[in-house]
């Protein structure tokens, strides 16, 4: 199960990404910045995947993507969608092992 220490410190995604697994599902957790009423707003983006691949060989209809506040409330909340979706989603990750 993943827990919010399993993530670094907020300072590591101003300048990269973070990549990790939980079981068959990979992930991708990197700073993004858009603009919001003429000013610049940052957010988590994460985009999980089943494996066995790294992310730029899977196919792009495997991968899906959410959205979090760039915080350290942001990434519990990563932390917390992750699992969710491990469980929601167990045959996936499942059949990835049979590719």
Known sequence: MLERKDFLALNFYKKSSFFGSRGNMNFRISKEEREVEE??????????????????TTA??????????????????????????????????????MR
């Open 60 to 97: 792009d209809t495997l991968k899906q993507e959410a959205e979090f506040p760039f915080s350290d409330e942001g990434l519990e909340s990563i932390a917390v969608f992750l699992n969710e979706q491990y469980e929601k989603q167990a045959e996936l990750w499942k059949l990835s092992t």
């Open 39 to 56: 000013a610049k707003e940052n957010y988590f983006k994460v985009i999980y995947w089943p494996g066995p691949y790294n992310l730029a």
